[in-house]
């Protein structure tokens, strides 16, 4: 029973730090998915969120206007791509995509210009990074939590979150109740952008303290691995994120675990880094069979004139 | 008509996606008809620079025919990184393995192999391992979504972490020679090399690596060309791709062609192994792909899901590959990222241009 020496209250705060992107990023790609649009674009979202806020941040010494800059720049990104998406009718995984690339190269290519590096931000001042809580909870952390039934709330009590679930299922009978789908949808990627932006600059200003290049490995992806997971439910998708902050808060504790041995040589470090990609796996096979997407999830929508 | 119309969209993006690209450069202090003018003196300066863009095109003919083939039954496979690093490392273990003695990068002779093959057995067997093993990689996220119906972006990212991280593991513990500080595996004998050009064509210098991969690249494209139009496979593969349910109705079945499809298209990425290990590196490095199977997709996307169009923006890759190291050396301020943004801007564009033009579109709800 050697093992269960790691669940300690560090590991519980370990996967609360890990869940926060992941709920900022999967409660974003919530709006989207609800309104119709398919958000694979979460990761790119989350990089330029990133980006911003530690560029922001460093420039200002203000994490919150660091925080601030980053969700906007997120939204105008999530913009550009709810365009491409609604506008024009793009394939909504291969625009996706296209985001991600974009936000692979960007960032780097403005780094250089200001800072004469590729690789990363430089960093900042300890003391303004985003301020923690009750030993190591970050203020982001509190406000992802927060965040949860606030959703619940829009997403199922409100008109808006109607009509957005509506534009999501069935927009056709959305339409003729009068209801305007594709502002609607437009709205719900926007907003997706500015909370995975969010989830990103936690990353950079909140979890680190500097932008390195493709600093979110996976997480959009992870996100919404979470979201479907969760069958598009914020509690549910609250959950999912622990589950998946779990596998990553883990994979640093094994690392340090004494009994985690192999003929007394410790694990090697690539098959613990592997953990959370496996686990998103081998967790969305067996669980995506009870998943239902909403219905008119990833098809453009055309007003009959 | 139809071919003026399926070239003037992709035409556009380029454009749009130069424009664009110009714009960053000027903002970041530079000048772009500079850098421009460098990508094409890089590329078209000299036969031996010919050479060396068709080198860099190589493997994204690979990357670019492996996307194509998912991408025409519906699949957007992001898989090709892991794919060829899988098939990368796969091809240099049999070369390392049957290979006989090699010499080591501190220039001793050392002999990792169980027995040595002669060439003509060996090649082979390392181009088959390099198709089987991208085949595999690929297979494990179609069977995943034929079988779960879990969708093959995620997978196929996830799989690109495991790929890097596994091979990257066999690597540093088990296939190094010892003391070496890069992340390389040993070198694979002699009887697995494939011949350079340069050993046939007396333009192209000795320093340039462009091998017999570049004509298989191009016998590829015809074999992919006959497959997805002259054959029942190929149709039955694209009908599930333009509809699956049509498909189905017709006694298709759409989970055999996902299958199907992306063991192909992993097989395609994988292939890139062969040019990189046996023809200019003959080994495996952690790191060895430029992001080759992320630049696939453009490929494809620019050329339309055709072969003959992923061959000619494979080209037009090569020289974006091509140049970037000049511009990176002598601009000051424009790096090497400026790649991911053109491609980026390329597939926006060609996505939201397929409003105008009929084309597979992915399937399945992320």
Redesign the interface.
């Given at each position: 029973m050697e093992f269960l020496s790691i669940f300690t209250f560090a590991l519980l705060f370990a996967t609360i730090r890990s869940a926060t992107p992941l709920i900022f990023a999967a409660l974003g790609g919530l709006f989207s998915e609800r309104s119709g649009v398919?958000n694979?674009a979460l990761e790119g979202l989350m990089l330029s969120g990133a980006f911003t806020a530690a560029v922001v941040t460093y420039q200002t010494g203000n994490p919150y206007f660091g925080m601030f800059a980053g969700i906007i720049a997120g939204g105008i990104l999530a913009f550009i791509y709810a365009v491409?998406c609604i506008k024009?009718?793009?394939?909504?995984?291969?625009?996706g995509?296209?985001?991600?690339?974009?936000m692979?190269?960007?960032p780097?290519?403005i780094s250089?210009?200001l800072y004469d590096s590729?690789g990363s931000t430089p960093q900042i001042d300890k003391l303004d990074k985003l301020p923690n809580y009750f030993n190591s909870v970050s203020l982001a952390s509190i406000f992802a939590f927060a965040m949860v039934p606030i959703v619940w709330y829009v997403i199922y009590k409100t008109p808006f979150g109607l009509r957005l679930r509506a534009a999501g299922e069935n927009p056709e009978a959305a339409d003729s109740a009068g209801v305007n789908v594709i502002r609607l949808r437009y709205i719900g990627v926007v907003i997706s952008g500015l909370l995975a932006a969010a989830g990103g600059a936690y990353l950079s200003i909140g979890q680190s303290s500097l932008f390195t290049k493709s600093m979110t490995?996976?997480r959009g992806?992870i996100a919404?691995?979470a979201l479907?997971l969760a069958k598009w439910r914020p509690v549910q998708v609250m959950i999912a994120c622990l589950f998946f902050g779990f596998t990553e808060a883990i994979t640093v504790e094994i690392q340090s675990a004494p009994w985690a041995k192999i003929n007394g040589e410790p694990v090697?470090i690539?098959?613990i880094?592997?953990i959370p990609?496996?686990l998103?796996?081998i967790v969305?096979?067996?669980f995506?069979?009870l998943s239902r997407?909403?219905k008119a999830?990833?098809i453009p929508y055309r007003k009959e004139s | 008509m139809k071919i003026f119309r399926e070239i003037l969209w992709p035409v556009l993006a380029v454009i749009a996606a130069f424009f664009v690209g110009g714009i960053?450069i000027l903002?970041?202090?530079d000048n772009p008809l500079t850098a421009y003018g460098l990508l094409l003196s890089s590329s078209f300066g000299s036969l031996r620079d010919v050479a060396w863009m068709l080198h860099y095109a190589t493997p994204l003919i690979f990357t670019g025919l492996a996307v194509a083939v998912a991408f025409r039954c519906g699949l957007?496979n992001?898989g090709a990184e892991g794919q060829l690093y899988v098939a990368a490392f796969a091809t240099a273990w049999v070369g390392i393995k049957f290979g006989g003695t090699a010499v080591n990068i501190f220039g001793k002779e050392e002999n990792w192999s169980w027995f040595s093959l002669p060439w003509y057995v060996l090649v082979p067997l390392c181009m088959l391992a390099a198709m089987v093993a991208g085949g595999i990689w690929g297979a494990i996220p179609g069977i995943?979504k034929a079988?779960?119906?879990?969708?093959e972006?995620?997978?196929t990212?996830?799989?690109n972490?495991?790929a890097i991280?596994?091979v990257?593991?066999l690597t540093?513990?088990h296939y190094k020679v010892p003391g070496d500080a890069i992340q390389q595996t040993a070198h694979i004998g002699e009887a697995a090399y494939i011949p350079r050009l340069n050993e046939f064509l007396p333009f192209i210098t000795h320093d340039v690596p462009l091998n017999l991969a570049f004509l298989l690249a191009l016998i590829m494209c015809g074999i992919v060309y006959v497959f997805l139009w002259k054959t029942k496979w190929g149709y039955e593969l694209r009908a599930v791709g333009e509809n699956p349910s049509a498909a189905e109705y017709g006694g298709i079945s759409p989970k055999k062609q996902i299958i199907i499809a992306m063991t192909i298209s992993g097989m395609l990425a994988g292939m890139v192994a062969i040019g990189e290990v046996l023809g200019t590196r003959h080994n495996f490095e952690s790191g060895f792909s430029a992001d080759w199977g992320?630049l696939g997709?453009?490929v494809a996307?620019l050329g339309r899901n055709h072969p003959l169009g992923v061959l000619i923006a494979a080209l037009f890759f090569g020289v974006l590959l091509r140049g970037e190291i000049f511009v990176d050396a002598f601009t000051s301020?424009?790096?090497?990222?400026?790649?991911?943004?053109l491609?980026?801007?390329i597939?926006?564009f060609?996505?939201?241009?397929?409003?105008y033009s009929k084309g597979p579109?992915?399937r399945?709800?992320?």
């Open positions: 398919i694979i491409a024009f009718e793009a394939d909504q995984v291969v625009a995509m296209a985001i991600n690339f974009l692979i190269g960007l780097a290519l250089v210009g590729a490995a996976g992806f919404l691995a479907i090697p690539q098959f880094e592997m990609y496996v998103t796996i969305l096979a067996g995506i069979g997407a909403p999830l990833g | 960053i903002v970041l202090g957007l992001i995943l079988k779960f119906g879990s969708h972006v995620i997978n990212i996830m799989l972490f495991i991280a596994l990257g593991y540093q513990y992320f997709i453009a996307l301020k424009v790096s090497k990222d400026l790649g991911w943004v491609q980026a801007i597939i926006l060609v996505a939201c241009f397929q409003i579109r992915t399945g709800k992320v």
